[in-house]
């Protein structure tokens, strides 16, 4: 039940981040935020701590999916909040990355897609995938 669960989380990841495709409020999010936020034009919510993104839970049903650390690639050069942070964003394809980074909407992102047709596709979405998380933390 916990691989069935990892793998529809993974699904899900991939689904949401394609239907985040079109937004740009993350682009230029982080102008004139302190550091680690602001050290790149966008990404602000992605200058939180690795570790406290990749929790067990996280690492479980990254692991369950078939992600393993050897694909978890961090980027050279700058380091400014989480490990996998880069100047164009993050390097992690969406089945690779923690449920919170995929599924986290700043007041921002959520304005810019609240009136767009996609919001209903997203709205049902993140629920989908916070409460697949819920699910999956329960049987471990």
Known sequence: MQRESAERLRELRIAMSAAFENVDACSACAKGRPEPNGHWPGGACCGSRTLDLFTAAEVASLALAGISHRDLVPPTGDHAGCA????????LSAEQRPNICVRYMCLELRAEVRDKPEWKR???L???LRDEFARFEALL
Do not use: N, P
């Open 84 to 91: 996998f942070r880069a100047e164009k964003g993050c390097v």
């Open 122 to 124: 997203i709205s049902e």
């Open 126 to 128: 993140g629920a989908a």
